[in-house]
């Protein structure tokens, strides 16, 4: 379990997005059976994001059961004897109410956005199916048909969907994340009703559990429901630990092949395993996430300007890393080539960019304007109580402290042309897996 360990019950602490001018108290607390409460003020309009985190996701399925945490996130819909299945959906749509979960490698949430009286009832409702969810056969049957229907539809029809997967499984050959979230067909077809209740049991409890209140709501208000309601919860299930399978190090370049009749535009797809920011040293995150942004994070990006503009070999270059993840996090290259130019042609392209780069680094303006950049994003971004509550549910999940959060803006302001370069020399060909999707021969 990942818990808070630098966090004091009931401990208030300044949100660093916020700056000094716009102080925001985040408050913290833990109830007696695990369960770990934050609470994220904003009074300017009177809702409430309520949402609730599971420290697990797909990277927690049993071997051979892949997808089965998105497939339980569907049945956590399907009710319990107090509120049978739309019950509370219902209820939610009559008072102008929203509602949606979602599943990742890490985690599982689910969440309502209320005006704020209502927030008790979002308490009631989610403590009640935590432990009392009902689970029919032909409801299990019909609900698994529903992603079958939905990973037919997102993957095996989708040419792009197929080789983003292959190219995840070559990047994680024996991590859980090598697995899409959504599982593997031939797996999924054999997820039944004693396969679902037995991974609910094992981590749908308190003491796994992370819950967010975010909005117009009291901290010590929201302690005491949240005591009275989840705590009501009996601890009986210790929560996992999570230990996971590791890859080794990636010492050889992995290139993979799709060719297909519904391909019209030929693409490029390249993945290298990096540091997240659980797992990478001090800095190495924040340094991976300013490098991703002045490499492609916009038209006045370095591969754009080099690779669109300047040689024209592409008509497009995007470049992401999402350092929230349990382990390791994935570094992310693509690229729509111009027209008599191939993707493999575009990827070493690529190379030849970070070579340079690696000798001649980054303008100190340009390093300037990145980090300028990502902080005034982020700042917009959290500005939604939603988003902010998903960007603490999320950290907090994947082994970050309250403390982390408090650094972000520090620690990415801190980034030096150094740990750029020490980033750079993670995307060496030769650890990183490229995929090309081609019109079919």
Not at 232 to 251: E, G, M, N
Not at 388 to 408: T, V
Request: proline share 6%; with cysteine; aromatic share 8%.
């Amino acid at each position: 379990m990942t818990h808070l360990p630098t966090l004091q019950p009931r401990d208030i602490r300044p949100d660093p997005l916020r700056g000094d001018a716009v102080p925001l108290a985040v408050s913290t607390h833990r109830l007696d059976n695990g369960m770990d409460v934050i609470v994220i003020p904003d009074r300017r309009s009177p809702i409430v994001t309520h949402m609730v985190w599971y420290r697990n996701g797909a990277a927690e399925d049993p071997v051979g059961q892949s997808g089965i945490a998105h497939f339980l996130e569907h049945l956590m819909f399907k009710g319990t004897e107090r509120h049978p299945a739309r019950h509370f959906s219902d209820r939610l749509a009559a008072i102008g109410g929203q509602e949606n979960a979602f599943t990742s490698y890490d985690f599982t949430a689910f969440f309502q956005r209320v005006p704020a009286p209502y927030l008790a009832m979002c308490m009631e409702y989610e403590a009640d199916r935590m432990t009392n969810l009902v689970l029919e056969d032909a409801v299990v049957a019909s609900e698994r048909d529903v992603v079958l229907a939905e990973r037919g539809m997102m993957c095996e029809a989708n040419p792009a969907g197929l080789l983003d997967e292959a190219v995840q499984a070559a990047a994680f050959p024996a991590h859980p994340c090598g697995r899409p979230v959504i599982g593997w067909r031939h797996e999924i077809e054999g997820l039944g009703r004693s396969e679902a209740l037995a991974y609910y049991r094992r981590y749908y409890t308190p003491s796994n559990a992370i819950l967010i209140v975010a909005g117009d709501a009291d901290p010590e208000a929201v302690f005491d429901m949240a005591a009275r309601i989840y705590g009501a919860i009996d601890a009986t299930v210790t929560a996992p630990v999570r230990k996971r399978v590791q890859d080794p190090p990636a010492r050889t370049h992995r290139a993979i092949t799709l060719r297909d009749d519904q391909v019209r535009q030929p693409i490029l797809q390249r993945l290298h395993a990096v540091p997240s920011a659980h797992t990478g040293a001090p800095g190495e995150s924040e340094a991976l996430q300013v490098l991703a942004f002045l490499l492609g994070g916009d038209e006045t990006s370095l591969l754009h300007e080099r690779l669109v503009r300047g040689l024209g070999c592409a008509t497009g270059v995007h470049v992401s890393y999402w350092g929230t993840a349990y382990d390791q996090a994935s570094f992310h290259i693509s690229g729509t080539p111009a027209a008599g130019i191939s993707p493999e042609v575009l990827d070493h392209s690529i190379d030849e960019v970070l070579l340079g780069l690696r000798s001649g680094g980054f303008g100190a303006e340009d390093i300037e304007r990145a980090k300028t950049q990502i902080v005034a994003r982020a700042l917009y971004a959290r500005d939604s109580q939603a988003q902010l509550a998903q960007w603490y549910g999320m950290s907090l999940c994947c082994g970050l402290s309250i403390a982390d959060l408090d650094a972000w803006q520090r620690t990415v302001e801190a980034v030096t042309p150094e740990a750029l370069g020490n980033a750079l020399r993670m995307l060496d060909r030769q650890t990183g897996v490229s995929g090309y999707l081609l019109e079919a021969a």
